[in-house]
C-alpha cells in the first residue's frame, strides 16, 4: 500500500464551483498535513498547514483532517480560474527516524474554467 | 516576501558529467532540503541538512550525490556522474525550525542526454 494516495484527476470544474480535493495515507504515525499548490514547471507553493484533526478555514479554503480514517481533504469555495493547477497534499512526522521530510501525493490537476 | 532561489533554472548536461544546483534559503532559515520530481511521478524527497551536515536522507541519495553549505548562504547539490535517469525538476526548500513549513523555490529542470 502507498504511504499517501491522491487521485491525480483530471478534474474539471466551472468558476464558482465547490471543489472537493482528497488524499489517503497508511502511515498512523504522520503529525502535520499540507496542501500545497503547483503551477506547471514552478516549485510547490504552501496552502494550508494543520496539525491536528478537524477544519482550519483560511479564506475560499477549507483544510479538512480526519486522523481516525487517515484521510485529508482541501474543499475551494467559489473556484477561480486562477484556481487551475496541480494540488498536491503532503504530510510528514518526527517518528521512525524521520525528520520532518515531507511525503508528497501524487498532485490532482484541477482546471477551473471560466 | 522571502523565498527559496534557485539556478539555474535549467540545465543540460551529457551522461557521466558532474553537476551542481545551487539554491539560496530563505535568510533565517536553518533546515534545508532537496526533493525531485520526475516527469508525471510524485515529488520525492532526497536529503534533509542542517547544521552542517545531513540529518536524513533517502534510498535515492546514494555515494553519487552531495550537499554542501560552501557559506553562509549557498546550499548547493551535486550529482558526481550524471545518469539518463536523473533527469528531473530538483527542488530546494528550506524551514525556519524541524516542525515548521518548509517553502520550495521554483526547482531547477536536469536534463541529462
Known amino acids: 500500500q502507498k504511504e499517501v494516495e491522491q487521485d491525480p484527476g483530471p478534474l474539471s470544474v466551472p468558476e464558482g464551483a465547490i471543489v472537493s480535493l482528497n488524499c489517503t495515507y497508511s502511515?498512523?504515525?504522520?503529525?502535520?498535513f499540507m496542501w500545497y499548490r503547483q503551477y506547471s514547471r514552478k516549485g510547490p507553493e504552501l496552502l494550508m498547514y494543520?496539525?491536528?484533526?478537524g477544519n482550519k478555514e483560511d479564506g475560499r479554503f477549507t483544510a479538512q483532517v480526519d486522523k481516525s480514517s487517515k484521510y485529508i481533504s482541501l474543499f475551494i469555495r467559489d473556484s477561480q480560474p486562477s484556481d487551475s493547477a496541480t494540488y498536491l497534499c503532503?504530510?510528514?512526522?518526527?517518528?521512525?527516524?524521520?525528520?520532518?521530510?515531507?511525503?508528497f501525493g501524487k498532485g490532482t490537476l484541477l482546471t477551473v474554467n471560466p | 516576501e522571502p523565498e527559496v532561489t534557485q539556478t539555474p533554472s535549467h540545465q543540460v548536461t551529457q551522461m557521466g558529467q558532474e553537476v551542481i544546483l545551487r539554491c539560496v534559503p530563505i535568510?533565517?532559515?536553518?533546515?534545508f532540503y532537496w526533493y525531485r520530481q520526475i516527469l508525471g511521478q510524485k515529488v520525492e524527497f532526497l536529503v534533509s541538512?542542517?547544521?552542517?551536515?545531513?540529518?536524513?536522507k533517502s534510498e535515492i541519495f546514494d555515494d553519487q550525490f552531495s550537499v554542501e553549505r560552501p557559506d553562509g548562504s549557498n546550499f548547493t547539490l551535486k550529482i558526481r556522474s550524471t545518469k539518463l535517469e536523473d533527469s528531473a525538476m530538483y527542488f530546494c526548500?528550506?524551514?525556519?525550525?524541524?516542525?515548521?513549513?518548509?517553502?520550495f523555490g521554483a526547482g531547477t529542470r536536469l536534463s541529462v542526454l
Open positions: 526548500a528550506s524551514s525556519e525550525s524541524l516542525e515548521r513549513f518548509q517553502y
Open positions: 502511515n498512523s504515525a504522520f503529525q502535520y
Open positions: 494543520t496539525y491536528s484533526s
Open positions: 503532503a504530510m510528514t512526522s518526527n517518528s521512525g527516524g524521520s525528520n520532518y521530510k515531507l511525503t
Open positions: 535568510s533565517n532559515h536553518l533546515y
Open positions: 541538512f542542517y547544521n552542517n551536515e545531513i540529518s536524513e
